[in-house]
């Protein structure tokens, strides 16, 4: 519900809030130019000598103002035409012109009615309305999309577009709500729905008959600053039953022109004062600072615009066309999508191919269109359920719980449930164990126990679908693979070979990171951000087959760089070893995010041999918190492929590598690095002891040494390499 109120008052009205907040933008200048120009006052001046300096220039004088911004303007009649001027308080002379500035004028006709007269008012009070809905919502759903109210600044993950809407929502809310909320206020008193503003005291019934009375002799003008004056006009001229009107900014007042006496004065009232706020919070009349920053903030509205509408057409991009769907009413398995991104609908896509390529009947589609009448055929239900925010449910799963709630009895065909998420949220798969608690409250029979993927792994998808195919009868291997981004060319810039006198050439090689405008990153079409331990997907010449390398840098490091080892009759290997600087590569970026060392301060175990020691040296490099880390790096030959090594030998003098420990195949004493394991038992128990988490990169057999190793040395402690899996504390990124 908040997720609809947001979206589509904000892609129909984008328009119209862009024009309203460029052009209050331009207007908060305004009174900040005014108020740096103004002539200066003395504090000590009071109303009376202000007013004798300005009669005593201009005789005819018939009022005096004071703006918010501290200009003072005078009006009089000369030769019987109306004259004005901006007065500098010191001299009571005029000292610029007072006329309205054109182009001032021309904006707030556009900002308040669109040139359109009191229909134009009302379509901007209606903007207005719409963007103090957009802002109301726009705070849950961040609290929602963070995790919760606490953790409402905590980093987001995601698209460049999505995380540039959520940042500048965070920082532009306050002033957003304050300017729509005000600006309805405002619409609302040009139509006479609030009380009448300041109403002036009633003309006193009696007056002195007289005139004359000097100005510096009024005690009230005397007594009143020019800080808290507002407005003096004058009688009028020969008429001695007139009176001094004062203004100020804590009521309004008349003065006998013959005995200087004042003789009413009305305080301004409580709702006076309020509706004076919100114009100065709307207008920056007389807190010009903050009409700046609120005029700065405006500034989000037409960016989140444009965010927002990227946002909205990659969801509608990133859901795929489902080929061959069966109807639903003939369908013998029914898949349920619950996404926000439109990433799950990726994965439900291909369960529907293979489905359909072991001659299954299929129906998939969103969660929101769950209606059991219509699935007369169905032989299982499969929900493929992620969630949004703090638990909730994601786009395509709108009302889905709420259709259960109220159904009689359970469909009959047994349901398994697959959530999607981010173990590094508290609210890990949360909208998926809703729906899991809400079937079983209902009675639904389970065909195979609920599963997660963590943060799109395609290895746990996997695992799911040989359960599941195994649950329904035959085998199912689910090789997901992310639709392929477009590739960008990387200049090589520099190169470090190894391996030439052991026959295993080898490199690490250097790229620029291409430059990419806002735009293009706006529309995810640009180079994106990436990690040590992401995947740099290089497409060869002459195939259209990508291969991928493990990251050794992240964007912050300024580059992009990977190990690569050639193996015979490898044909992107081959010409990565062969390329030169300056020669370029088509490749593009696959997250890894299995494979990022989390957050904290307990120690890291990193396992490598060869190229594997590529991301691990990238997780040492910005290593900069100087976090324990404890190496354990195999080679063959220390003379000819050690990677890396000057650089560790400079991370280990300067904190950022706690240990090294190396083991070399070929030489005079060889030793593999799960024999350096089984060397350092102890100390690898102790780290695990003390929560350390295990990463391990580099090929099949290394790994399976590795966890062969680990298994003999944890078992006195009662722990295994599984059991840390499931913990999170041991991570392969295996070739």
């Keep these: 519900m908040i997720r609809a109120l947001h979206r589509w008052p904000g892609l129909l009205a984008a328009l119209l809030l862009t ?84 182009v001032e004028r021309w904006l707030k006709n556009l900002h308040r009615s669109l040139f359109l007269d009191d229909s134009g008012r009302l379509v901007a009070a209606l903007g207005a309305g719409t963007l103090l809905v957009l802002t109301v919502s726009g705070i849950f759903l961040v609290a929602r999309r963070a995790g919760g109210w606490r953790r409402w600044f905590s980093p987001l993950k995601g698209p460049f577009s999505g995380r540039l809407h959520i940042e500048i929502a965070r920082l532009t809310f306050a002033g957003l709500l304050i300017s729509s909320a005000t600006a309805i206020w405002m619409a609302a008193s040009t139509f006479d729905l609030l009380p009448d503003g300041p109403v002036k005291p009633a003309l006193p019934a009696e007056v002195s008959g007289t005139a004359g009375f000097a100005l510096t002799k009024i005690p009230v003008l005397v007594q009143t600053p020019v800080a808290e004056f507002r407005d003096l006009t004058f009688p009028y001229p020969g008429d001695t039953t007139d009176v001094f009107t004062l203004k100020t900014d804590s009521g309004t007042g008349y003065i006998d022109q013959g005995t200087g006496d004042l003789l009413i004065w009305a305080e301004l009232t409580a709702w006076d004062s309020v509706s004076e706020t919100i114009y100065m919070l709307h207008t920056g009349q007389g807190a010009s600072l903050l009409g700046l920053v609120l005029g700065f903030m405006a500034l989000g509205v037409p960016v989140m615009g444009g965010t927002g509408l990227v946002v909205w057409a990659a969801g509608r991009r990133g859901r795929p066309r489902i080929r061959n769907n069966t109807p639903a009413n003939k369908a013998e398995t029914i898949v349920l999508v619950g996404s926000e991104g439109g990433s799950t609908w990726g994965f439900a896509a291909t369960l529907h191919a293979e489905l359909k390529a072991a001659g299954q009947s299929v129906h998939t589609a969103a969660m929101s269109s769950f209606n059991p009448a219509r699935y007369a055929n169905a032989c299982r239900f499969v929900i493929f359920a992620a969630t949004y925010g703090d638990g909730d449910a994601p786009a395509s799963a709108k009302g889905f719980l709420e259709q259960l709630s109220v159904m009689d009895r359970a469909p009959e065909a047994p349901l398994t449930v697959l959530g999607f998420g981010d173990r590094n949220f508290p609210a890990f798969c949360a909208f998926a164990e809703h729906v899991m608690q809400a079937a079983q409250a209902k009675g639904w029979q389970t065909l195979i126990p609920m599963e997660t993927v963590d943060r799109q792994s395609p290895q746990d998808f996997a695992r799911w679908g040989r359960n599941f195919g195994a649950a329904i009868g035959f085998e199912l291997t689910l090789n997901h693979q992310s639709q392929q981004p477009a590739a960008t060319g990387l200049p090589l810039m520099s190169r470090r070979d190894y391996g030439a006198e052991v026959q295993a050439p080898t490199a690490i090689l250097r790229f620029q990171i291409p430059r990419t405008s806002l735009w293009r990153r706006l529309t995810g079409r640009g180079f994106p951000k990436f990690a040590p331990g992401d995947l740099l997907g290089i497409v060869p010449e002459g195939s259209t087959l990508p291969r991928f390398y493990s990251l050794a840098s992240g964007t912050g490091d300024g580059f992009v760089e990977i190990a690569v080892r050639k193996h015979p009759g490898g044909l992107c290997s081959g010409q990565l070893i062969g390329l030169e600087p300056g020669e370029t590569v088509k490749a593009f970026i696959r997250r890894n995010p299995d494979f990022h060392p989390v957050g904290g301060k307990a120690p890291l175990i990193l396992i490598g041999a060869g190229t594997g020691i590529g991301p691990l040296a990238g997780f040492i490099r910005n290593n900069t918190a100087k976090r324990p880390i404890h190496l354990f790096f195999g080679a063959r030959h220390p003379e000819s492929d050690f990677l890396y090594s000057d650089d560790l030998a400079d991370w280990s003098r300067d904190g950022r590598l706690s240990r090294l420990a190396t083991a070399f195949s070929r030489g005079k004493s060889p030793i593999y690095v799960q024999d350096a394991l089984r060397r350092d038992a102890a100390e690898i128990t102790r780290l695990i002891a003390n929560g350390a988490r295990v990463m391990v990169c580099g090929g099949r057999d290394m790994a399976r040494g590795v966890a062969e190793s680990l298994t003999d040395i944890l078992a006195p402690s009662g722990l295994t390499p599984a059991m840390l899996k499931t913990e999170g504390r041991y991570v392969e990124d295996v070739y």
């Design 19 to 102: 024009v309203l907040a460029l052009s209050g933008t331009a207007l908060s200048l305004f009174p900040a130019a005014e108020t740096l120009s103004a002539p200066k006052t003395e504090a000590s001046l009071s109303v009376a000598e202000l007013a004798q300096r300005i009669q005593d220039t201009y005789p005819g004088v018939e009022q005096i103002r004071r703006a918010p911004s501290g200009r003072i303007t005078a009006y009089w009649f000369a030769d019987g035409r109306p004259e004005s001027a901006v007065i500098d308080p010191a001299t009571g002379t005029g000292v610029a012109s007072a006329d309205p500035n054109q």
